[in-house]
């Protein structure tokens, strides 16, 4: 068989969204940071992140990681995270399943019954801390990069919804947070299609209208994602959210940088304090829990630690291939590739 490229990867889901993790295959780039080989990445072989996650290797909620070595000495690997939307600065849910992934693989030395793993990120180094019995993960537990509350109270005016109020929040990635009730919308699956239309929305006008820059980075920032509360819906002592993420994507998972997001709005306006227990609830059900541990600085701005727990679970070991003559060599998608076309 005849091989252009070929990439090993392991599928897992977290808590219901997709986590493929790229083991081998991906181009090593150089950099003194993650960030920087993000960077490069995204410049250099974009083509990449379209091979693996649009069509026919993958689908329109597609979500994942690349393994590389770390920059940073601390850290186990480096980790960057690709979605069919584009290459992200961090992913709880991408995280928790690449922890899952590194221990139940072997591919750390496994101690029971915490095993510890540190990922360079581009947001940062973050920690998980993988609880194992018998070799098996029963939960992973991650302490996220420092989380703040951005803006609030922004007036965007939205194409068929009018002029919605929002906030800002990053949580390792910058979110637009708006109310389901204000869009005449609860966050159920018989919902999906409209909350995904909305979603979209809000993200452009939210991205278009309110320029963020993270205080420590300095440089303008797009807002990637979207968060859509619903405070009617969902199981009792827990907070129903859709995040909305890419061109069409409705994450299946609660979101871990949308867990980080909403727990620093939510500390930000005076609804939870430091050790308070949160639970994020996704439109399928499944559960994130959230902890605020301390509060650190990052130049003026008052910024909040989270933690995530989580599950995720092994699917598949896979050994993708790229056929020289395949007509569709980035792969395709309809109606969210918008980039992706026969070459």
Known sequence: MRSARMFTVVDSHSAGAAARVVTSGAPLVGGTTIMEKRLRLMRDHDDVRKLLMYEPRGNAQMSGSILLAPCDPRADFGIVFIETGGWLTMCGAGTIGAATVVVECGMVPVVEPVTTVTFDTPAGLVVARVDVSDGVVQGVTIENVPSFLYATDQLIDVPGFGTLS?????????????????????????????????????????DAAIPVRHPERG??????????????????????????????????????????????????????????????????????HGHLTHTTQLGTTTAVIPTIRGRAHITAHTTFHLDPHDPYPHGFGVGYATDAHRH
């Open 219 to 288: 440089e303008p920032e797009r807002i990637p994602d979207a968060l859509i509360t619903d405070e009617r819906s969902g199981s009792e002592g827990a907070h129903r959210v859709l995040v909305f993420f890419g061109e069409s994507g409705i994450d299946r998972s609660p979101g871990g940088t949308g867990t980080s997001a909403r727990m620093a709005q939510r500390y930000g306006r005076g609804h939870q304090q430091l050790g308070d227990t949160y639970i994020q609830e996704s439109i399928i059900g499944t559960q994130f």
């Open 166 to 206: 929002v906030d800002i929040a990053y949580g390792g990635n910058f979110y637009v947070i708006a109310s389901a009730e204000d869009l005449g919308l609860s966050v159920i699956p018989e919902h999906a299609g409209e909350l995904a239309r909305a979603g979209r929305l809000i993200r452009d006008a939210a």
